[in-house]
């Protein structure tokens, strides 16, 4: 089962050109190219900390306490983002025949990746969603970019169950060197811990025909710990 997670992952970064979040070129116009994403990490800022000046009182930064209540392992229905008003059904996806990571299908929706951690479990649940999808469809993460610190995510599940987690890590990758094994198995989480990670597709965009779709060159990554 390893074997065939890290040929997806090799299918993720390989096979990205038409793989992943659909593509478009708003209102059939080329899409102008876009400026640096603000990234951001918490833990990062944690873990290395400045020195404190002679005499300076230190604060130790509050963690919230990962909940510990018996997760529920039926379907995972609902993804939403307040800020951005996203309130999208999850498909479960997973590998397809050729051992590509699948993306849904509905461009509409968001992607749980089932050979995965589960949300409200141990670990790192993996999720995407188009960005935009030719010729003038906004997908569920069309506004990922623009994620700040302490942005609330919010996972449903079939029974009702909400899960709750908050914004700590915002990053943009080359789609040539973004590295994969890492997103979905991160060596920087703490055992116990509830991670999810959001990815979809961003930055400079590339055109197979002038107005038409095509492909992006970079993913937007963002990274939230469950709080409740």
């Given at each position: 089962?390893?074997?065939?997670?890290?040929?997806?992952?090799?299918?993720?970064?390989?096979?990205?050109?038409m793989?992943?979040?659909?593509?478009?070129?708003?209102?059939?116009?080329?899409?102008?190219a876009?400026?640096?994403?603000?990234e951001?990490?918490l833990?990062?800022s944690?873990?290395?900390?400045?020195?404190?000046?002679?005499?300076?009182?230190?604060?130790?930064?509050?963690?919230?306490?990962?909940p510990?209540?018996?997760?529920f392992?039926?379907?995972?229905?609902?993804?939403?983002?307040?800020r951005?008003?996203?309130?999208?059904?999850?498909?479960?996806?997973?590998?397809?025949?050729n051992?590509?990571?699948?993306?849904p299908?509905?461009?509409?929706?968001?992607?749980?990746?089932?050979?995965?951690?589960?949300?409200?479990w141990?670990?790192?649940?993996v999720?995407?969603?188009?960005?935009?999808?030719?010729?003038?469809?906004?997908?569920?993460f069309?506004?990922?970019k623009?994620?700040?610190?302490?942005?609330?995510?919010v996972?449903?599940?079939?029974?009702?169950?909400?899960?709750?987690y908050r914004?700590f890590?915002?990053?943009r990758?080359?789609?040539?060197?973004?590295?994969?094994?890492?997103?979905?198995?991160?060596?920087?989480?703490?055992?116990?811990?509830?991670?999810?990670?959001l990815?979809?597709?961003?930055?400079?965009?590339?055109?197979?025909?002038p107005?038409?779709?095509?492909e992006?060159?970079?993913?937007?990554?963002?990274?939230?710990?469950?709080?409740?």
């Amino acid at each position: 089962m390893r074997v065939l997670q890290s040929m997806a992952i090799f299918s993720f970064v390989a096979g990205a050109t038409m793989l992943l979040f659909g593509v478009l070129t708003a209102g059939g116009k080329e899409k102008a190219a876009e400026g640096p994403v603000h990234e951001f990490d918490l833990i990062q800022s944690i873990a290395t900390p400045t020195a404190p000046a002679e005499g300076e009182a230190t604060a130790t930064p509050e963690i919230a306490a990962t909940p510990t209540a018996t997760p529920f392992d039926g379907h995972v229905t609902r993804l939403k983002i307040p800020r951005f008003k996203v309130d999208s059904v999850v498909e479960e996806i997973g590998l397809k025949e050729n051992n590509e990571l699948d993306v849904p299908h509905n461009p509409h929706n968001s992607g749980w990746y089932t050979p995965y951690s589960r949300p409200g479990w141990d670990g790192n649940a993996v999720f995407s969603a188009h960005v935009d999808y030719w010729p003038d469809i906004r997908g569920p993460f069309y506004n990922l970019k623009n994620a700040e610190a302490g942005d609330e995510i919010v996972i449903q599940m079939e029974n009702g169950e909400e899960y709750r987690y908050r914004v700590f890590r915002k990053k943009r990758y080359d789609v040539s060197t973004i590295p994969m094994g890492d997103l979905i198995w991160p060596k920087d989480r703490p055992d116990g811990k509830q991670w999810v990670t959001l990815i979809t597709c961003g930055g400079d965009f590339v055109s197979a025909t002038p107005g038409g779709p095509g492909e992006y060159l970079h993913r937007d990554v963002v990274v939230a710990e469950r709080i409740q």
